[in-house]
T-cell receptor, first 112, second 117 residues
Framework: GQNIDQPTEMTATEGAIVQINCTYQTSGFNGLFWYQQHAGEAPTFLSYNVLDGLEEKGRFSSFLSRSKGYSYLLLKELQMKDSASYLCAVRDPGGATNKLIFGTGTLLAVQP | GAVVSQHPSRVICKSGTSVKIECRSL??????MFWYRQFPKQSLMLMATSNEGSKATYEQGVEKDKFLINHASLTLSTLTVTSAHPEDSSFYIC?????????????FGPGTRLTVL
């Protein structure tokens, strides 16, 4: 089966650093994506990892360990506007092209 | 770049009517488009994969006769919810796949909020 786990909710303070974890158990793997979704809006692309290691993009970084089926999204210098849901998605190489399997999402609340 | 639009953004209809939702990639051609449904406080559930010029591939449990998908061109896919019922009320989101820099990335439309009375 396909299973992607994320914490349901997290709270952090403005200016701080927060790490959102994602573990996955899928029949195949062809890359992992992180998306940000504000309430009532569509997801926006944040990062992509296909090889082990850290990908840094401004205040956001994403890490992948394929052997452990594990990824995290690191948000630095948190801002109030970072309050959103963060979705971890694994690309399934089998079947349809570029099919993504989404986790349940982590709702991050940034407090002053 | 990589902008995807959806229309309408919000629709309210009576039970039994059909609703058409359009998804367009505005500045790129997308061979593959995807349709998702999202219920409140839940994640995105893939409904179907749409390829230009061919029949859509539906996920298990999704009725293809109820959710009609047409991918008429490389920039347009439509989802028609036929004979809508209140349980079909949801947030419908499309995405379009763009290959750039050796990576296939899905870019999402703004979503359509469907309310069936």
């Amino acid at each position: 089966g396909q299973n992607i786990d994320q914490p349901t909710e997290m709270t952090a303070t403005e200016g701080a650093i927060v790490q959102i974890n994602c573990t996955y158990q899928t029949s195949g793997f062809n890359g992992l994506f992180w998306y940000q979704q504000h309430a009532g809006e569509a997801p926006t692309f944040l990062s992509y990892n296909v090889l082990d290691g850290l990908e840094e993009k401004g205040r956001f970084s994403s890490f992948l360990s394929r052997s452990k089926g594990y990824s995290y999204l690191l948000l630095k210098e948190l801002q109030m506007k970072d309050s959103a849901s963060y979705l971890c998605a694994v690309r399934d190489p089998g079947g349809a092209t570029n099919k993504l399997i989404f986790g349940t999402g982590t709702l991050l609340a940034v407090q002053p | 770049g990589a902008v995807v639009s959806q229309h309408p953004s919000r629709v309210i209809c009576k039970s039994g009517t059909s609703v058409k939702i359009e998804c367009r990639s505005l500045d790129f051609q997308a061979t593959t488009m995807f349709w998702y449904r999202q219920f409140p406080k839940q994640s995105l559930m893939l409904m179907a994969t749409s390829n230009e010029g061919s029949k859509a591939t539906y996920e298990q449990g999704v009725e293809k006769d109820k959710f009609l998908i047409n991918h008429a061109s490389l920039t347009l896919s439509t989802l028609t919810v036929t004979s809508a019922h209140p349980e079909d009320s949801s947030f419908y989101i499309c995405s379009a796949s763009l290959l750039a820099g050796g990576t296939d990335t899905q870019y999402f439309g703004p979503g359509t909020r469907l309310t069936v009375l």
